[in-house]
């Protein structure tokens, strides 16, 4: 062996090693990028929806309400129902009267609500954090175009435009021009794309710029498995990364949402926390590090399903899971070749390792794990949790 090889083994050693270190050093963080409060049409109070993310294991949160931020004065009327006024019972209970400010008028109860700013150093350590997020709401004609901007840091009015497109557009435009204004790393998402039926495939590959999607959102109004004639959100993703690889766009990365509103009532007809979140690995948990670990797809979408490892490294997309005892998993390689235009599963393999090789004949991969445990609290009957990964490609 000559010395000049040697010395190439050794370099390429050496660059292993130094990955690996760099990996080992992340840790996996849970969070949820869309969920409500009373700030808009949520029905609780903000505290009380941080203090059930943080108790039940979640180390971020974007509180993100529909065209406003957790700023100024707002009262909330307590609905008069005992549901809610047994709610407002329980806030007030659990925080004291030192903390929350309400009044009494003609007989209806008004709560003075509190801010980010006001409510977040009780809640925010080294496991948690808040991030300022908000639900970015227009419409075209009579479909609904809702955007999430992540790490807002002033409002951003709806849009409007002559499109679904457009209007989409205008919206990234927005959030990208604030993030360069300000140095602060933000990003945009689409939310539920066939609520309402508002968003096609057709509208996203139009769209430059949108780098995210929810490919899972557990509100049970949003029709993520379509219908017979509208895709479901799985086959839009497909479609739209074909079209993205094909002008050489960055591909359009998925992600899964609670887009909790409900609080007090539970079932398949509310909108309930704790359906769907993502794993990000990151160096630290800060929306800086959050963002950009996001942004270089590193992270996974999942309803229930908890993953030991997912790894891309010289052209192999390997998969491990983190088993349940008596649980069976599934694991689906799901890609485009080159010259066609549909989505198929490329390789299954039942256990909880997998792993695919990419050629330059294929235009991505991404996996699929679905497991045999059926979902704690769906929004519809027989689901199953999951997990999804984000498109590779080879080069």
Not at 105 to 111: A, C, I, P
Not at 357 to 362: A, E, I, P, V
């Amino acid at each position: 062996m000559s010395y000049l090889t040697r010395m190439k083994k050794m370099l390429c050693l050496a660059l292993l090693i130094a990955f690996a270190d760099v990996v080992s050093a992340q840790t996996w963080y849970k969070g949820n990028l869309h969920t409500h409060s009373y700030w808009s049409d949520g029905d609780e109070f903000p505290e009380m929806i941080m203090d059930w993310y943080k108790t039940h294991g979640y180390q971020f949160i974007g509180l993100s309400d529909h065209n406003t931020l957790a700023a100024g004065e707002k009262w909330k009327k307590v609905a008069k129902s005992k549901l809610y006024e047994d709610g407002f019972t329980k806030y007030l209970e659990k925080y004291g009267s030192n903390w929350v400010v309400y009044k009494i008028d003609s007989g209806r109860t008004l709560v003075k609500l509190k801010t980010l700013a006001e409510y977040r150093p009780n809640f925010e350590d080294s496991n948690f954090l808040i991030i300022q997020s908000e639900e970015i709401t227009s419409r075209f004609e009579n479909r609904p175009i809702h955007m999430n901007a992540t790490n807002v840091q002033s409002i951003i009015g709806p849009q409007d435009g002559q499109s679904v497109t457009e209007v989409m557009q205008k919206t990234v435009d927005a959030v990208r021009k604030q993030r360069e204004e300000s140095g602060t790393p933000m990003i945009i998402h689409l939310n539920h794309p066939n609520f309402g039926w508002g968003v096609s495939v057709q509208d996203i590959i139009d769209l430059k710029g949108e780098r995210f999607f929810e490919v899972y959102n557990g509100h049970p109004a949003v029709n993520n498995c379509g219908d017979s004639v509208h895709p479901a959100t799985e086959e839009m993703w497909d479609r739209i990364n074909v079209a993205y690889a094909n002008r050489g766009q960055p591909l359009l990365y998925g992600l899964a949402t609670d887009d909790s509103h409900n609080y007090h009532q539970f079932g398949k007809t509310f909108s309930n926390s704790g359906r769907g979140w993502v794993m990000v690995r990151a160096n630290a948990l800060t929306p800086e590090a959050l963002i950009e670990a996001i942004e270089a797809g590193e992270f996974y979408a999942s309803t229930g399903v908890t993953l030991n490892n997912v790894s891309f490294q010289n052209h192999n997309l390997d998969v491990s899971v983190k088993p349940e005892p008596g649980i069976t998993y599934t694991i689906e390689f799901v890609g485009v070749k080159k010259g066609e235009q549909t989505s198929r599963v490329l390789k299954k393999v039942q256990g909880i390792k997998a792993s695919f090789r990419l050629t330059k004949k294929y235009v991505f991969v991404r996996a699929r794990i679905t497991s045999s445990k059926k979902k704690e609290n769906p929004f519809q009957d027989n689901d199953v949790e999951m997990a999804w990964i984000q498109p590779v490609t080879f080069e």
